[in-house]
């Protein structure tokens, strides 16, 4: 990623909650060849990744976070934390999210860097609270600065009890005994809650948010986590208290904290209320005025830290991060930080001075210590394990010794006990997480990556559960919601308090059902898990376009509003309403990449100024990468020497019968066109059309040029086949005025005689008694010579 560039647009866009500034991003994102999203946290992150995929699949978007990276082998769209994003990457657009979090007093200086520094080559953007006007406009004074009203009202509603609270309602508390507490009232008064803390992976957050979304429950109770973009169906936020400890010392939120958490509620064009819990004071008129007017403070200062450091020596590297900044008053020195205290401490270490001398050695050093202590020990503590690691990496070796780490990893693989303990535990493997996702630092690093993972999820698993039985009555009935607001998405077929149903492997999780055993529970989420997260070749589709996973059916197409884009239906009998939101998306993202192969080489084409190449391009996506080439002669008798070039370069070949893309006549992906081809316009018997095979007896009904096949005689020929039949036949002919049909065609074609003769005279030749074949005199137009 280039560093500010002249030429290169930078846009601010600002203002509060509920403007459609993310959704903005992501579509400009998408409008250009590359692009990445920094975002303020891992939740987020994995919000928008999920998003972006669902709609252009999987294998062109990378996510990278300080403990997840999911890296295709050619990501063009980057959705990364902005701690973690890859700076030296060049990338045509950049976007920033949360900008106002440069004046964070603890992870301000990383997105102040990304301000002075990260940019895209074509285009930047920032995005964030209106209150950084000034400061970013003496910081970046090349941004256009543009200023977006909220799309809905936001009004105080005074003091409400619990009791009070209606539907629909988010109770914000800052400790998690008070977001246990909180909890446990709303279930004994309403029957029961989501609770999201800031401390539940993306995972356990995301299950117990699709609980609040489809109405199975009406309340939430939540820490400030929710009012970092997340987007939630909130027509209330209700503060149960207005102070938090900030790791310091225990403050009230300031006025622009309480808006932006305030801000979650509306949604769209539909009005939110903010209000504040009894007994808790009302709050102070010019509080209530600037909420509801988002008239805040302006930033005055951001937090900088040097970002160019020495590695010469560790002397060096210390007083490079104590340099400070030279340029303006706006920039604020950071007072503390975890990475640079734990530094000071390994300085300390005698073994740590011995090993840390050199550029290498002191970079290492400096890595380790950003290792995050998620775990929130004492310093000291987290200082041994990273003086350890340090140890094991700056040695001959130079890595993490593997049975160490499997002591320390496996006694972490452990789902029992109760929400605290499994949150705590949570925390370590998090750590463990992040070490394995270096993989320079870990032989076998998938591996590990592999194992850290699957131990956070089973985790999450668990403690998604464990907070459905504490907090939600297993008694609940269908919850009231006002009339004609919203539906909630399809229910499990097992109501709440039957036994599941034994030959369903996800009943358990219909509703936590009475009479699923807890390891019943774990066993059918960890399947669910798998599924979800299974490569792309685990899942497959039929002819009639039915998609399965390990011979389950999952779902289905149904016809969309072309070829390319079918609609995608689940059909999964017994999963939860969570659990079936995460399967829409990801059979919808392993839709967009089954499709891809077929149309994905004609991009660059599509986006080319040559009229020629966008008018073939653009015919060819409309039937899947194929078509008859007398469809578009005059179109590619048009093309100039350079054009056909550009296509052969993009894997599209200009037949004699077909004009088609490569790639997208494979066998795999020839059965993927069959069940597009089928939901889209249904012939007789779908399994008449069979992509294994070369050719087949032509279907009625059955587009052929879409399922990548040309018609010959009786059969429906595959098209890359058909084309060596055409090339080999007038090899013979150019020979000989009468000539046999070589004994490889038929082994092509795997046909009956009968049938090949079909095939050869629809080439324009004509068949003699004896079984050689002579030029016909009205040959076919496009037969070669």
């Known amino acids: 990623m280039p560093t500010s560039r002249a030429g290169a647009g930078v846009s601010a866009l600002l203002g509060p909650t509920n403007t459609g500034k993310t959704h903005r991003a992501i579509e400009q994102l998408l409008s250009h060849r590359s692009g990445m999203i920094g975002l303020p946290l891992r939740l987020?992150?994995?919000?928008?990744?999920?998003?972006?995929?669902?709609?252009?699949?999987?294998?062109?978007?990378?996510?990278?976070?300080?403990?997840?990276?999911?890296?295709?082998?050619?990501?063009?769209?980057?959705?990364?934390?902005?701690?973690?994003?890859?700076?030296?990457?060049e990338v045509d657009f950049v976007c920033i999210d949360e900008i106002q979090l440069a004046a964070h007093r603890q992870r301000g200086h990383t997105f102040t860097d990304r301000l002075l520094h990260a940019r895209g080559v074509a285009e930047t953007w920032f995005l964030g609270s209106d209150a950084m006007v000034p400061a970013l406009q003496e910081l970046v004074p090349t941004a256009h600065v543009q200023r977006h009203p909220r799309f809905s009202k936001l009004t105080y509603g005074g003091a409400v009890s619990v009791g009070a609270l209606p539907p629909r309602t988010a109770v914000v508390a800052f400790s998690v005994a008070e977001v246990y507490e909180l909890a446990e009232h709303l279930r004994q008064r309403h029957g029961g809650t989501a609770v999201v803390l800031g401390a539940l992976s993306p995972r356990a957050r995301n299950a117990q948010v699709a609980m609040y979304e489809s109405g199975e429950v009406e309340y939430m109770v939540a820490t400030d986590a929710i009012g970092m973009g997340l987007n939630l169906d909130l027509d209330r936020v209700v503060f149960a208290s207005t102070h938090?400890?900030?790791?310091?010392?225990?403050?009230?939120?300031?006025?622009?904290?309480?808006?932006?958490?305030?801000?979650?509620?509306?949604?769209?064009?539909?009005?939110?209320?903010?209000?504040?819990?009894?007994?808790?004071?009302a709050l102070d008129d010019r509080i209530v005025h600037?909420?509801?007017?988002?008239?805040?403070?302006?930033?005055?200062?951001?937090?900088?830290?040097?970002?160019?450091?020495?590695?010469?020596?560790?002397?060096?590297?210390?007083?490079?991060?104590?340099?400070?900044?030279?340029?303006?008053?706006?920039?604020?020195?950071?007072?503390?930080?975890?990475?640079?205290?734990?530094?000071?401490?390994?300085?300390?270490?005698?073994?740590?001075?011995?090993?840390?001398?050199?550029?290498?050695?002191?970079?290492?050093?400096?890595?380790?210590?950003?290792?995050?202590?998620?775990?929130?020990?004492?310093?000291?503590?987290?200082?041994?394990?990273?003086?350890?690691?340090?140890?094991?990496?700056?040695?001959?070796?130079?890595?993490l010794d593997e049975v160490w780490m499997r002591r320390r990893i496996e006694r972490l693989d452990d789902v029992g006990g109760d929400i605290d303990t499994l949150m705590t535990r949570m925390a370590f493997i998090r750590t463990w997480t992040y070490i394995a996702n270096h993989e320079r630092w870990v032989p076998n690093a998938s591996h590990w990556q592999a194992l850290t993972r699957s131990i956070e999820d089973r985790m999450s698993d668990a403690l998604h559960n464990r907070l459905t039985e504490r907090f939600v009555a297993k008694t609940m009935g269908t919850p009231t919601r006002p009339a004609g607001r919203r539906r909630a998405a399809p229910k499990a077929k097992v109501a709440r308090g039957e036994p599941p149903d034994p030959n369903n492997p996800?009943?358990?999780?219909?509703?936590?059902?009475?009479?699923?055993?807890?390891?019943?529970?774990?066993?059918?989420?960890?399947?669910?898990?798998?599924?979800?997260?299974?490569?792309?070749?685990?899942?497959?589709?039929?002819?009639?376009?039915?998609?399965?996973?390990?011979?389950?059916?999952?779902?289905?197409?149904?016809?969309?509003?072309?070829?390319?884009?079918?609609?995608?239906?689940?059909?999964?009998?017994?999963?939860?309403?969570?659990?079936?939101?995460?399967?829409?998306?990801?059979?919808?993202?392993?839709?967009?990449?089954?499709?891809?192969?077929?149309?994905?080489?004609?991009?660059?084409?599509?986006?080319?100024?040559?009229?020629?190449?966008?008018?073939?391009?653009?015919?060819l996506q409309r039937t899947l990468?194929?078509?008859?080439?007398?469809?578009?002669?005059?179109?590619?008798?048009?093309?100039?020497?350079?054009?056909?070039?550009?296509?052969e370069d993009a894997g599209v070949v200009l037949g004699v019968l077909a004009v088609y893309v490569a790639r997208g006549v494979r066998p795999e992906n020839l059965a993927v066109r069959r069940a597009l081809c089928w939901v889209h316009a249904p012939w007789g018997d779908a399994a008449a059309v069979d992509p294994a095979r070369p050719s087949w007896p032509r279907v009625q009904g059955a587009d052929l040029a879409a399922l990548g096949y040309v018609p010959m005689g009786e059969l429906a020929v595959r098209v890359d086949v058909a084309?060596?039949?055409?090339?080999?036949?007038?090899?013979?002919?150019?020979?000989?005025?009468?000539?046999?049909?070589?004994?490889?065609?038929?082994?092509?074609?795997?046909?009956?005689?009968?049938?090949?003769?079909?095939?050869?005279?629809?080439?324009?030749?004509?068949?003699?008694?004896?079984?050689?074949?002579?030029?016909?005199?009205?040959?076919r137009s496009g037969a070669r010579s």
């Not at 252009?56 to 902005?82: D, F, H, M, N, S």
Request: charged residues 30%; glycine residues 8%.
């Open 506 to 619: 996800f009943a358990a999780l219909a509703g936590l059902a009475v009479g699923a055993s807890e390891p019943e529970v774990d066993q059918a989420l960890e399947r669910v898990e798998s599924i979800v997260g299974a490569a792309h070749e685990a899942f497959e589709v039929d002819a009639k376009g039915r998609i399965r996973c390990d011979g389950l059916k999952l779902g289905r197409w149904k016809r969309g509003r072309d070829l390319l884009h079918p609609e995608v239906l689940v059909e999964a009998e017994g999963w939860t309403t969570g659990a079936r939101a995460r399967l829409q998306r990801r059979l919808q993202a392993w839709t967009v990449d089954a499709v891809a192969p077929m149309v994905a080489a004609l991009e660059p084409l599509l986006g080319a100024p040559e009229p020629a190449r966008r008018g073939v391009a653009y015919v």
């Open 244 to 281: 938090k400890y900030d790791g310091r010392e225990s403050r009230p939120l300031t006025p622009s904290e309480l808006g932006q958490i305030a801000g979650r509620a509306g949604r769209y064009t539909r009005d939110g209320t903010f209000a504040v819990l009894r007994p808790q004071p």
């Open 44 to 89: 987020l992150a994995r919000e928008v990744y999920d998003r972006v995929t669902a709609r252009i699949g999987e294998q062109q978007v990378a996510l990278v976070t300080g403990e997840e990276k999911r890296i295709p082998p050619r990501p063009r769209y980057w959705i990364c934390t902005v701690e973690s994003m890859p700076v030296d990457l």
């Open 723 to 779: 084309e060596r039949v055409a090339a080999a036949m007038a090899v013979e002919a150019s020979s000989a005025a009468r000539f046999p049909v070589p004994g490889s065609v038929a082994r092509w074609l795997e046909c009956s005689p009968r049938e090949l003769t079909g095939v050869v005279e629809s080439l324009g030749y004509r068949a003699a008694a004896d079984g050689t074949f002579a030029r016909s005199r009205s040959r």
């Open 625 to 647: 990468g194929t078509v008859v080439a007398d469809d578009v002669r005059d179109e590619v008798g048009a093309l100039r020497p350079e054009d056909r070039a550009a296509f």
């Open 290 to 399: 600037a909420i509801e007017n988002h008239a805040f403070e302006p930033v005055r200062q951001v937090v900088w830290r040097n970002s160019d450091l020495d590695f010469s020596s560790l002397a060096g590297l210390e007083a490079s991060l104590r340099a400070r900044p030279r340029r303006t008053t706006r920039l604020r020195m950071l007072e503390q930080a975890d990475d640079f205290d734990a530094l000071g401490q390994l300085a300390r270490l005698s073994s740590v001075r011995k090993r840390a001398r050199g550029e290498e050695a002191v970079a290492l050093l400096w890595d380790v210590c950003r290792i995050p202590d998620f775990r929130k020990l004492m310093l000291e503590s987290h200082v041994q394990l990273l003086a350890r690691i340090y140890d094991q990496l700056s040695s001959a070796q130079g890595q």
